[in-house]
């Protein structure tokens, strides 16, 4: 990787660019994951965490829920950001404060400034759990770039080009670990391999990672 610097930030918290739209903060949420666990745990409590079916009728291994002012969503119907939780009919919980102006900083801290994300998808990972090469370009705005953020178990995230065959690269994302994804990075074909089990202490045998949207 190129690019190594330090940022004047909390102790262990560094820098380290994936392209030119991409950056990586390691550590960035270390100091701040027991807040965004029980944030998390709130949420879930309203809107469950369950394995979606894609279009093609396949259970998804990664179980989701959402909060925000939408929510991602997939069924038979296809891929979808809708305002109601399909499981309750009820609106997504909202998105905690903290957690928005956590990601508005990762993204303030990348160069992307203005980030206003109205959805966060939540991903639980269970030790084999995986999410197969794809892009996200469900979002309306496609000029926004997407903020992820990994807490627990590590994974071995899995990035390429801009056509789902070509070169891919691996890098292994671990707990507190930020993403921005933006600019000519914003439509990469990514994935996840399968989580290999272990057990961390504030997350048990799992992996969350919480990728937030600007939809619109
Ligand atoms: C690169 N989640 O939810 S986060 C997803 O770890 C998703 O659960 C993975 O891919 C996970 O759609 C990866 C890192 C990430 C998120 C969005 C991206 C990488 C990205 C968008 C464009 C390019
Ligand atoms: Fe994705």
Same mark, same amino acid.
């Given at each position: 990787?190129? =690019?190594?610097?330090?940022?004047? !930030? @909390? %102790?262990?918290?560094?820098? %380290?660019?994936?392209?030119? !739209?991409? /950056? ?10 027991? &807040?965004?666990?029980? =944030? ?8 469950? *965490? ?30 979808? *950001? &809708?305002?109601?939780? @399909? ?8 998105? @905690? ?7 508005? &900083?990762?993204? =303030? #801290?990348?160069? *992307? #400034? ?9 991903? *639980? ?13 469900? %979002?309306?705005?496609? /000029? ?18 801009? &056509? ?11 707990? !507190? ?5 933006? !600019? %000519? ?32």
């Amino acid at each position: 990787m190129q =690019d190594l610097f330090d940022i004047n !930030g @909390p %102790e262990g918290v560094w820098q %380290e660019s994936l392209g030119s !739209g991409a /950056t990586w903060i390691h550590g960035f949420l270390v100091a701040h994951a027991a &807040q965004v666990l029980a =944030d998390v745990g709130r949420v879930v409590e309203h809107a469950p *965490y369950r394995h979606l079916t894609t279009p093609g009728g396949k259970r998804m291994s990664v179980a989701m829920s959402n909060c925000g002012e939408e929510g991602w969503v997939s069924d038979r119907a296809g891929y979808r *950001y &809708q305002a109601t939780d @399909p499981q309750t009919a009820k609106p997504w919980p909202a998105m @905690p404060v903290q957690l928005r102006a956590l990601a508005q &900083q990762a993204a =303030d #801290d990348s160069g *992307y #400034d203005n980030f206003a994300p109205d959805v966060c998808l939540i991903n *639980y990972y269970a030790p084999g759990a995986r999410m197969g090469l794809h892009q996200d370009r469900d %979002e309306n705005n496609l /000029t926004a770039p997407i903020v992820s953020f990994s807490l627990g178990l590590p994974a071995v995230f899995i990035w390429g080009g801009w &056509q789902r065959t070509g070169k891919t690269q691996r890098i292994m994302l671990r707990h !507190g670990d930020a993403v921005v994804w933006g !600019g %000519e990075d914003r439509l990469r074909f990514h994935g996840v391999a399968p989580l290999k089990d272990g057990e961390h202490p504030l997350t048990g045998h799992a992996r969350i990672n919480l990728t937030f949207r600007q939809t619109r």
